[in-house]
């Protein structure tokens, strides 16, 4: 699909955004899957909940998984389209369970949201930033990282410095200096009403971008086979030398066969290949998230153009 069809394609855009939209074999990584549920078993972290203001008022539901430790750093998380935090307990979890402190707001576009139906449309674009700011303020000077997946890793990326469109009522600056890194799965590819390919390449700090080769949505992704790689549009456009990463996983769609996002969608749950995209995330956090050396050289190691775990640096 070209940029014109998808322009043509703009008010069921907004739609579909509203209500959805270590380096070895799979079958090694099955073990690791395995072994993840049972490290995480009853010892799984906590998620408690806070409330913070926008501007307007608004009541904002903030998700707040805190380790028993002191936390190493923190990590803004932010939902896909009509989901929640709470589905995403299989990436988040072992982020906690290595020191990770994760605030992830509750979207008004969630449908699990009280309100959702009061925000019809492109609203959940400006709600959504406005969520991301008062969370900020919340933390004051702390840096953190910026996470997200599908429509959430637009907010991410767009926290790092990639020249989103603002929506009505909210100016720019857009990005938040206190960004260190971030982490997007599946970005949606350039929308012409929420982001470009030339605003993809204003990310400014060292980011991890992650998809699937079944990793097509309708009506966000060309519908071809290689519609996927539309989600690779930050990775490939953004400027080399700035530490960016591009993950490509053989095999997995946008919701690891259900295990994330959105629990109804059809399975089996991609838990090997989802452990694997932990495991390097978790790689990447270590290296620009706490300035690990030991950690960068690593990642730098697992740079590959192979699948089924193609790792790509720049």
């Known amino acids: 699909m070209n940029g014109k069809g998808r322009a043509g394609n703009i008010p069921q855009l907004a739609l579909t955004l509203t209500r959805r939209a270590a380096l070895v074999g799979f079958g090694t990584m099955a073990s690791a899957a395995v ?3 049972s490290r995480l078993g009853s010892s799984a972290p906590i998620v408690t909940k806070i409330t913070l203001r926008a501007d307007d008022d608004r009541a904002i539901t903030i998700f707040d998984w805190s380790p028993t430790r002191c936390a190493v750093g ?3 998380f932010s939902h896909g389209a009509g989901s929640s935090p709470d589905k995403y307990t299989r990436l988040i979890e072992p982020w906690v369970m290595q020191g990770w402190r994760v605030l992830a707001p509750l979207h008004v576009d969630s449908r699990d949201h ?3 139906g009061n925000y019809a449309g492109l609203a959940s674009w400006k709600t ?3 969520d991301l700011r008062a969370l900020s303020a919340y933390l004051g000077g702390e840096h953190y990282v910026a996470a997200g997946h599908s429509y959430g890793g637009l907010v991410a990326l767009t926290l790092g410095g990639a ?17 260190q890194a971030v982490v997007a799965f599946s970005p949606p590819a ?10 993809y ?4 700090v060292p980011a991890f971008i992650q998809t699937g080769t079944l990793d097509i949505v309708p009506g966000i992704t060309d519908d071809s086979k290689d519609g996927w790689k539309g989600h690779l549009v930050p990775y490939d456009a953004a400027a080399a030398g700035g530490h960016r990463y591009g993950l490509v996983l053989a095999g997995v769609d946008h919701y690891f066969g259900g295990a994330i996002c959105d629990y109804d969608k059809a399975g089996p749950p991609q838990l090997a290949q989802l452990d694997a995209a932990v495991s390097l995330s978790s790689l990447f956090l270590r290296a620009h998230g706490l300035n690990q050396n030991g950690a960068r050289k690593g990642l730098e ?14």
Do not use: N
Request: hydrophobic share 35%.
């Open 35 to 37: 072994a993840h549920k």
């Open 74 to 76: 923190t990590i803004f």
């Open 114 to 116: 009280p309100d959702t």
């Open 128 to 130: 959504r930033l406005e």
């Open 163 to 179: 020249q989103s469109i603002p929506p009505q009522g909210v100016t720019r600056p857009l990005h938040d200096d206190k960004v």
């Open 190 to 199: 350039p929308i012409p009403v929420l982001v470009t390919r030339e605003g």
């Open 201 to 204: 390449a204003e990310i400014s």
């Open 301 to 314: 190691e697992r740079i590959t153009d192979r699948l089924p775990i193609r790792l790509l640096g720049k």
